[in-house]
Structure formats: structure tokens, C-alpha cells
């Protein structure tokens, strides 16, 4: 079935959910306005739907290959990209003095989600081009800057990130990559990286690396950990490809999914590369670029949720067997309770999963529009719960597509397994979802809950009104407002690791009451329609899960440490 770009879902969201007017009427987004995104997502669409859906298949059947040291792509992937490059779908973000077309994080959120669902493999090189263009642009030097920025944000060069080593995965303080200075202002930096998404290809002029190592004077641990640009061509005195650095392609990964997508093994033998940042201040530029990718992960798995809910409806349609169990029916499984049940679920899941990464989104056009601490600190608070969220979104409602197609969803020619199998990293990279959650209940609860209860009080504030309006939908949703708030309370009063041992069902709780509240609003705005039908299903059907999630987790860590290694033996 040919993927359908959901437009109308994100105007939808923008006029009616998460307030795109709001930001709109900054200085900084003043040319976001509605007929502009309307173009923009028009298009975006468009290529989507005509350029990037029809690579996706192909992306799975012909792999990305390792051939004499080259990096060969799918076929059609390099006039993909190009097409992506030469449409400024890389950069709308990015700054228009270098290129970008600086529009809001929600609309680049809005087209990633498009790009995701047509083509997730191809997709995440321009992601990862994105996270480097912010990292650059908040951290760089003038002089980098102004030889791969405009570069980056034409896609005419490509841009990676290069955390993980065999011995140090999450623990980024044990990596082994070191830099010593070369006395002309450049580093010849040495070490392995594996996990390179995109680490090169056969379509791009350059590959630029970011790569952290350690100095030789850096601390043990992360706070001794720099950030490097280590470009695969040293660019000339014209800024353009010269000498080929020294690093290389060790192999690429075989993988469950996502087989279009080059996942390198990378080898730096004293490569040449220049600092970004401050020295042993690696970190901090990098997580600039690992924010960004991570609500864009979680962009990922609501894109592949989008594609999986729209073959599975196709499918129920078209696929006739048994009686129908309803008077008119039309013989197709659809018919069916448990597949309508099925099938409501992929459409109520992905629109909570999507409003809440645009809401996210949103707070962080604020932060950057306005500056105000409360916005920093609620871009902070849902960061974690739209990538973990998302992404657990995007395995479940696959899994569900799956299902709907029965035995065919086992047959690898219907396309719908490949939705299951590309899916399946986004919960692991870029901070897996336990290290999510983790830092939800740790980091993001520091300042003892401030940003969770303003964020209940302004959704509870809206759910007074609600309540005289619809009273039936708004009063459940309210009722879960008060169990998180008095679950973040219990939470901010625990030792960290009885924290951490309900961080995973405590984020999906707060998801889940998220979700039931966009769901309001979106009933609020057409409460004789399918959006208050669909959420109708969401607040009686899902919006209870939250009360089990919850209850696990002020349930604490003894329990968990109570069970020995030997219990655990079948």
C-alpha cells in the first residue's frame, strides 16, 4: 500500500493541540506562518510520498555493502538524498545565515515524522546532519563553521556521531579514543568506533565525523572527554574535499532491520581533526547534538507507527474471511471487534505519541524564541518521554500491524515485517529507553518535581474548563493528573535507586497521561467527530493502564534486589 503523508493530522495538531500560534508570534519564528507551514508540510509530503516511499523497500531487499573499502547504498538512495538536499529538508532548522531555513523545531519534528514513515533508513542520515549542524552551530568555532556548516546544511556533505566503543557503550567515560595536538591547531585522533550510523557512503562529497576522545592531559571518566570534527576529506584552502584523512570503514554491521542504513564500524589511525568546543568539554557539545537526536528518534518511531497503522487498515479493509458479525458489514476482517479493537489502538497510540513530540518540540521553539528557564526545563522534562514513548510506540503498533495481517504479516513480500524489524533499534540507540526513563526520574526530577507539577498545574488548569464541557472524558484524565502528581511527590522523596527501579513504568505512566490529555483536546476541537470517538477509545481503553504503571513505581528497588542470580535459573 502506497504511504499517504499525514498533513492534515499536523495542522490538526498545530491549530488545535499543542498552540503553534504561540510560536508564531515570537520574533524568532514570525515567518512561521499558517500559509508558510502549509507549504512547507505540503511539500514535504509530497516528497515523501513520491521520492522516499518508494526507496523503502528497496533499502531492505538490496543492503548497504562493504565493497574494497567502498560503501555502496541501496539503489535510488543517493537521488533520494539529493532530492532531500536540494529541497532544504536537511536544514529547515538550521540558520538561514548559513542556509537553513530557521522554521520551527515542530515543523522539522512534523516533516521527520513524514520522512520516517517513508523511508526510515534513508531518513537517519539526515538526522544525523541535523543533531551536527546544532552541535556546530552552538559550540563550534567561527573558522569550523564556516567551512562545513554551509556545507552540512546544503547536504552536499553528510555529518555522523561517533560515541560508542567496543568497551564502552552507555558508559561514554570508558572510551579509549585519544587526541594529541599536532602543534598547528589540529589533533591526529586515534581509536575505534562502532554503532556509526551512516558512518559513509558513495553519494555525499565528505563525511564529517564528530568524534570523541580523551586529550592527553583529560580526566578520567566523561568530564576528561573532548569533541573532534574529523572530516574523511581534509578540506583545501578553498574548503573544498583535499587530502583523504586517515580513517576508514572497518566493516558494517548485519543487522535485524534498517538494512538500507550503513552502520559502520569506524577506525581512526592519528586521522586529522579539530576541536569543537571548549577542551575536556565534549559532553556538553555532544549531548547538544543527542537532544536533538533524541526526540528525533522518537520521531522515528511514530513515523514507522504512521506506516504500519495505514498498511494494517488497508489490509483489514481489503481482506475478506468468515461472517461478518455486524448488520451491513462488509465481509472484510475489519468487521471484526478485536480487529477494529487492533486497529484503534495503532491510530489512538500514534496520535498520543506524535502530540507529545510536538508538544515537545514546541517548548523547545519557546526556549529558543524567548529564553525563559520554564520552557528550558519543560523541553528537559519531555525529551526523555518522546523518545522512550515514541519508540515503544513505533515496536508496539508494528507488532500490532503484524497481527492485523495474520499469517501474512510473517511473509516478508507483504512489507509489514520490515516496519517490525527497522523499528526495533530506536529503543536501543541514542540512550536506551531505560537510560530514558532513568534520567526522568533523576535529572529531569532535581529541582523536586518543579517542572512536573507546573506541567500538571497548566494541564489541569485547561481540564476545569473541560470538565463543564465533557465531563465523562475530562474527569478520568484529571483523576490520573492527581496519581502522577502524587507519584512525582513520592518519587522526589526516594533514594535515586529506588527510583531508577520504577523509572520505566513511571515514564510510561506519565506518557499515558499525557496522552489521555492531548486526546481531550483533540476531542474538545471535534466533539461530534472521529478525533472524540478516537479518543473516547483512548481514555477508556488505555488511559487506565496508567494507575498499573504507576503503582510499580513507588514500589521501590528491594524487592528487585531480593531476587538472586540463582533465582533466575530456570
Known sequence: MPYRATTDDFRFLFDHVIDFSRIAGTDRFAEATPDMVEAILTEAGRVCEEVLAPLNRAGD?????????IVRTPPG??????ALAEGGWVSIAADPAEGGMGLPMAVTTAVNDMMSAACLALQLNALMSQGQIEALENHASAELKAIYLPKLISGEWTGTMNLTEPQAGSDVGALRSKAEPNGDGSYAVTGQKIYITWGDNDFSENICHLVLARLPDGAPGTKGISLFMVPKFI???????????????????????????PTAVMEYDGAT??????????????????NNARLGVGVQGIGIAEAASQAALAYAQDRKQGRSPIENGTGAIIDHADVRRMLATMRAETFAARAIALA?????????????????A??????PIAK????ETGMRVAEIGVQVHGGMGFIEETGVAQFSRDVRVTSIYEGTNGIQAMDLVGRKLMDGGEAAAALLDEIEEELETARQTMPDLAEPVWEACETLRETVEWLTSQELNDRFAGAVPFLMGFARVLGGYFHLK??????????ARLARFYITRLLPEHAAYLAQAVTGAEDLYAIAAEDLVA
Open 61 to 69: 531487499l538490496h543492503p548497504a555493502r562493504l565493497d574494497n573499502g
Open 273 to 290: 581533526g579539530w576541536l569543537v568546543g571548549e577542551p575536556h568539554g565534549g559532553m556538553a557539545a555532544m549531548f547538544t547534538m543527542m
Open 77 to 82: 538512495f543517493g537521488d533520494g538524498f539529493r
Open 522 to 531: 483533540s476531542a474538545l476541537a471535534d466533539p461530534s467527530g472521529a478525533r
Open 388 to 391: 522512550a514513548f515514541g519508540t
Open 378 to 383: 519543560r523541553a528537559a522534562l519531555l525529551t
Open 235 to 261: 578540506p583545501d584552502e578553498a574548503g573544498n574535499p583535499g587530502a583523504r584523512n586517515t580513517l576508514r570503514v572497518v566493516s558494517l554491521e548485519h543487522k535485524l532491520g534498517l538494512h538500507g542504513s
Open 360 to 376: 515537545c518540540a514546541a517548548a523547545i521553539d519557546m526556549d529558543r524564541a524567548t529564553g525563559k528557564p520554564e520552557w528550558k
